[in-house]
């Protein structure tokens, strides 16, 4: 079992910057590909952003949002910079058992708690 801690989350103005953490438990993670979502009220759950040796970002967020991974701490990092009051979203880590990278959340094995990131204009 791997458990998935996010932290990092809290209000930002827009153009502002935000960091999160994915804080992986119970087995590393360095074979596992990791991704995160956000589901903003009333919608449906999307990718964000993925890492396994490659990594992929939703149109979304590309040129603003940067993945990577610590694998000595079995950390994934979510670097968000130009916020947008569109960014505004429950932003949730998961894993799944296999090195490659989907992009729909029914094809994830573990998930975070969720941490809330707000954008105020």
């Known amino acids: 079992q791997v458990q998935l801690v996010e932290s990092g989350g809290g209000l930002v103005q827009a153009g502002g910057s935000l960091r999160l953490s994915c804080a992986a438990s119970?087995?590393?993670?360095?074979?596992?590909?990791v991704a995160w979502f956000r589901q903003a009220p009333g919608k449906e759950r999307k990718i964000v952003a993925a890492?396994?040796?490659?990594?992929y970002y939703a149109d979304s967020v590309k040129g603003r949002f940067t993945i990577s991974r610590d694998n000595a701490k079995n950390t994934v990092y979510l670097q968000m910079d130009s916020l947008k009051p569109e960014d505004t979203a429950v932003y949730y880590c998961a894993a799944r058992g296999a090195a490659l990278i989907h992009t729909s959340a029914s094809r994830y094995d573990y998930w975070g708690q969720g941490t809330l990131v707000t954008v105020s204009s």
């Open positions: 119970g087995r590393t993670v360095t074979n596992y590909a």
């Open positions: 890492i396994t040796s490659l990594t």
